[in-house]
């Protein structure tokens, strides 16, 4: 038997990176995985690839609207939701002299406050036993330069994970979160940043990584499916770190 046969995942920002790698490794392992994405046509796309266990919907996590709207979404697919993977999230950097509050609100409203009402409006879909999985950063454990909302916004859905687990446990529903040090995905690119200086930065970032490398996506998918699985079963309130060391790596290396 598969390792999350018969279950029905939800995956937010499902369409690319580490949530699409994740929906095919769902999938994989038996599981039906209904995604949202922000952009009907990226939406259709993944969709398509993932094959006909997958269906996309489009939802912006940084719109309230969108999120009330969700479950109803939802409704025809599913009755009830096994594994939630809120893991919709945008990254932007800027020194706390120079950031906006334009900067500010963006990383907010979409990696904190989406993750908030995603999993509040979702709730009532959540089976008995079910699993919820954030996606969040070593960022939020780490003084990175530049990156203080960013790193703010993953620390408190850090803390929602844990209140969460507290309140959702007398209905055995699962609260963890996986925290991924860097990635190869797409969302370098959505720094806005020229090519030469994102080589030079992986390049610095790597250096870092105690295994000297950036993750793949899909290494986070397979923790994803662990803390999805029955194989979690005793594992709640925690987080799990995948970042090839690269947060115990300050002083020496
Ligand atoms: N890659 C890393 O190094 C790394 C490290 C630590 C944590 N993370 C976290 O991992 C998560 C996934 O990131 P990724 O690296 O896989 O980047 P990605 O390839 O850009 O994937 C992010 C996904 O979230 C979607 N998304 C963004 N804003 C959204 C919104 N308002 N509503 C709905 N969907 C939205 C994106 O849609 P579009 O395609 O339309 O942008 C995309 O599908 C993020 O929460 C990120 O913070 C990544």
């Not at 038996?30 to 922000?38: C, E, H, L």
């Not at 620390?155 to 994970?161: D, I, R």
């Amino acid at each position: 038997m598969k390792r999350l046969e018969t279950k029905v995942a939800l995956i937010t920002g499902g369409n690319s990176g580490i949530g699409y790698a994740t929906a095919q490794e769902f999938i994989a392992q038996g599981a039906r995985v209904i995604f949202t994405g922000r952009d009907a046509a990226a939406v259709a796309v993944a969709a398509h690839a993932l094959g006909e266990q997958a269906h996309g919907l489009v939802s912006d996590a940084g719109v309230m609207d969108d999120l009330r709207r969700l479950p109803a979404q939802v409704q025809p697919l599913a009755d009830k939701l096994d594994i939630l993977f809120v893991n919709a999230g945008v990254a932007f950097f800027s020194p706390v002299s120079g950031a906006d509050e334009t900067h500010f609100d963006d990383i907010m409203r979409i990696n904190f406050k989406g993750a908030y009402f995603t999993v509040q409006q979702l709730l009532p879909l959540l089976r008995e036993g079910a699993s919820i999985i954030f996606n969040t950063s070593v960022n939020a454990s780490v003084g990175m330069p530049n990156s203080g909302v960013y790193a703010a916004s993953k620390a408190a859905v850090l803390a929602l994970g844990r209140v969460l687990a507290t309140e959702l446990a007398p209905q055995g529903i699962r609260v963890n979160c996986i925290s991924p040090g860097p990635v190869e995905t797409p969302v370098y690119g959505k720094l806005g940043l020229p090519q030469e200086q994102l080589d030079g930065f992986a390049q610095v970032l790597s250096q870092k990584v105690l295994l000297k490398r950036f993750g793949q996506p899909g290494e986070i998918a397979k923790t994803a499916v662990f803390l999805a699985s029955d194989e979690a079963s005793f594992i709640t309130g925690t987080e799990l770190t995948v970042d090839g060391g690269i947060a115990v790596n300050a002083v020496l290396n």
